[in-house]
């Protein structure tokens, strides 16, 4: 009888992830607008990906971004989490301010960027050009397009990810923080010793939730750039949307989708393997 | 004291309810719009649902914003036998999967029932047919051509100009002067970029090399398609372009053309819509022509278009009132009632335009561009927007292709090819539009 308690979670996981997961898989087999009947086509969605040099940039840009937000957020989000440990009064307000820029709508996030700071002509850009400082719009060129779009979103996200280090700081001892006081022990040897060694299992499902994340990465790209110019700032999940609903090919978007789960597919693979090391 | 209060939020209720206009016809028809602004909203619901609503007690037409999105979100609904009633998509590309899908109302019985092949022009009526079957009829045609600010021209000497040989002399006399030649911009909406690849194409390759590609007769790696491409590429290195085109919205092209940061801008018809902000107190300063051809085409070339097409769901609730509200619309009374107020986005294409007689705030530079488009089409000088008659995949390459040949990513070549390829699987697959002949 106790099994029925899983019912309702189970009816929502099969309707809203494992059917649409199994089909995705299905129609990455297929040719498929998707308006008119799909025709099975086999390896052929994925043997394009793999001659295709965009698939091949994008994927790379993936990386990249991967990269990015395992480090940037994540340095600053420990030490200033970190700090907040230290102020006695008002970690309140800091959280709140830091975590502002998450409760903004990404797209609005994006246009203010591109229009008011980004933009050579209306931004904060222009006005500093007029001041003689050689600006110019990074999401305008090839080399720096992806990185004009990563610092808005890591803009957004690492008060996320400081105020989640905060809390997890506080579960610290805190007799083992006064022990190491009395030590004599300097900020970065309390870091180093006690703090991050207090908070790893929180680190590693943040790091590991960050691969994850980024490999969904859609907004900031689709709205800043659309993945230009040139496909500079493609990333995969903006090919996937072009190749599904702008040039109507679902299977290979299908397929792109499925090189993206798979990347998921490791990193939950690792906080699997995580969460039953810290069971036993 | 209880009963009292209860009389009076039921009245309320009631007098809500009346005032809704939810309740004021028999049957909703609903229609799913793209974006459109305050005051291009507000245009519709006067002279659209209010209008049509007061004249047909039977139905209530309803519209939906839905914003850019809007394919996509269509495509979803039709696929799960939702959505709206009045199917609203980007073109006949789409209209072609969707009819072939059976998602979409064969509409020849109600064309004829009420008279719409007699009061639409042909050319445009054929591009909805699917399969010798109407499927959709045409919201808007539109062009591209060059706009133009007459004082910066005239300021400098500079004659509007009418060849590739002149727009080069006269584009790098701009540069020379730090005027940008080409004011464009891509920041807002990346598929800018294929405005300026169907001009090249049918300007320079010429309309009837176009027709001979797109029907598969000739292949888009010959000579004529190479000199296009290899025109833009060399546009784009001498500067024509300016600096700034991957961070300028298509609204500050037009911005910058009416503050003279820009002397043309090649654009379509429905920048005309942006004209009256962006030129206010100084409308005369606007000039639209033709964009210059290359030797051997005649000039003007018109790349016609249709931006958005009108289908009936099959699964449509209400056929009969999505029928109604398209009779409606098709009819010199709308027409001229939403060109008074919105240019270039409702260029219905009727048959008979005689009897319509625009406001005179309506800028004379659009009713003078719109009388010359007729002329043009009607001399057999018309050519083909991409967005119109290539189908997705192709369509969707020249936006992106065309950046990485500016950004020496690729080759003029390398595109072409490229662009042949995926254009020859689509034709195999039957997503190519029918190309009415010349």
Excluded at chain 1, 182 to 194: I, K, P
Excluded at chain 1, 244 to 265: D, M, P, R, T
Excluded at chain 2, 300 to 310: C, D, E, H, R, S
């Amino acid at each position: 009888m106790y099994r029925l308690f899983i019912l309702p979670t189970m009816i929502i996981n099969i309707a809203v992830i494992s059917i649409p997961a199994i089909l995705t898989i299905i129609l990455a087999f297929y040719r498929w607008d998707g308006i008119s009947d799909p025709v099975f086509i086999g390896l052929e969605n994925f043997e394009r990906l793999w001659n295709d040099r965009i698939f091949w940039k994008a994927l790379r840009n993936n990386l990249i971004w991967t990269a990015l937000f395992l480090t940037f957020p994540i340095i600053i989000g420990l030490v200033v989490a970190s700090l907040l440990l230290t102020v006695r009064r008002g970690s309140t307000f800091f959280q709140i301010i830091y975590l502002f820029p998450l409760v903004i709508s990404a797209v609005i996030s994006a246009r203010v960027w591109q229009g008011m700071i980004y933009n050579p002509q209306s931004g904060i850009v222009a006005l500093l050009e007029r001041y003689g400082l050689d600006l110019y719009d990074p999401l305008s060129r090839t080399a720096t397009a992806l990185y004009g779009v990563a610092v808005v979103d890591l803009w957004h996200w690492w008060g996320f990810m400081a105020v989640i280090f905060f809390a997890a700081l506080r579960q610290v001892p805190q007799e083992q923080i006064e022990a190491a006081r009395l030590e004599g022990a300097t900020y970065f040897q309390m870091m180093r010793w006690v703090l991050i060694p207090g908070i790893m299992p929180t680190i590693t499902l943040m790091m590991i939730m960050t691969v994850i994340w980024s490999f969904l990465v859609f907004d900031f790209v689709y709205v800043m750039t659309q993945g230009g110019p040139a496909s500079s700032s493609e990333v995969l999940s903006t090919m996937a949307y072009r190749r599904a609903f702008y040039e109507l090919k679902v299977g290979n978007a299908a397929a792109i989708a499925i090189v993206i789960s798979l990347f998921g597919l490791v990193a939950t693979f690792f906080y699997l393997r995580l969460q039953r090391g810290e069971g036993e | 004291m209880t009963n009292n209060i209860f009389k009076r939020t039921s009245f309320m209720a009631l007098a809500v309810m009346a005032a809704t206009p939810l309740f004021a016809g028999d049957k909703a028809v609903n229609w799913w719009y793209e974006s459109a602004n305050p005051g291009q909203q507000e245009a519709l619901s006067t002279h659209l649902i209010d209008k049509f609503n007061a004249s047909d007690k039977d139905h209530n037409l309803i519209i939906d914003y839905r914003g850019d999105a809007l394919t996509q979100q269509l495509r979803v609904a039709l696929l799960s036998g939702t959505g709206p009633d009045l199917v609203q998509t980007p073109g006949p590309a789409f209209v072609a999967a969707m009819a072939r899908a059976g998602q979409l109302l064969p509409l020849d019985d109600i064309a004829a029932s009420k008279g719409w092949n007699d009061r639409i022009l042909p050319f445009f009526l054929d591009l909805g047919r699917f399969d010798g079957k109407l499927y959709a009829l045409p919201k808007t045609y539109e062009t591209l051509g060059l706009f133009y600010n007459k004082k910066v021209m005239s300021d400098n000497g500079w004659k509007v100009p009418t060849t590739i040989k002149d727009f080069e002399k006269v584009a790098d006399q701009m540069v020379a002067k730090g005027i940008v030649p080409i004011g464009a911009g891509n920041s807002n909406w990346r598929p800018a970029n294929e405005w300026h690849v169907t001009l090249a194409m049918n300007s320079i390759a010429g309309p009837d090399n176009m027709q001979k590609a797109l029907t598969g007769q000739m292949s888009w790696t010959e000579q004529p398609f190479v000199d296009s491409v290899n025109a833009l590429k060399r546009w784009w290195d001498k500067g024509y372009f300016g600096e700034n085109y991957f961070s300028i919205s298509t609204e500050q092209m037009i911005s910058n053309l009416a503050e003279g940061i820009s002397a043309m801008a090649p654009t379509g018809s429905w920048s005309f819509g942006d004209v009256p902000t962006y030129f206010e107190g100084q409308l005369d300063n606007v000039g639209f022509a033709g964009f210059p051809s290359g030797e051997g085409v005649p000039y003007p070339i018109y790349a016609l278009g249709i931006g958005t097409t009108f289908s009936i769901a099959s699964k449509a609730e209400n056929p009969e009132g999505a029928a109604a509200a398209l009779d409606f619309m098709f009819d010199e009374g709308f027409y001229t009632d939403i060109n008074n107020v919105w240019q270039g986005e409702w260029n219905l294409p009727l048959r008979d335009l005689s009897n319509v007689k625009l406001s005179d705030d309506v800028l004379p530079a659009y009713t003078a561009s719109m009388a010359a488009l007729a002329s043009a089409v009607n001399n057999n000088q018309y050519g083909y927007t991409s967005w119109t008659f290539m189908p997705p995949a192709t369509n969707s390459y020249v936006v992106s292709g065309i950046e990485e040949v500016w950004l020496d990513e690729i080759t003029t070549e390398q595109f072409l090819s490229e662009l042949d390829a995926i254009f020859k699987q689509e034709l195999a697959e039957g997503k190519v539009a029918d190309i009415p002949a010349r």
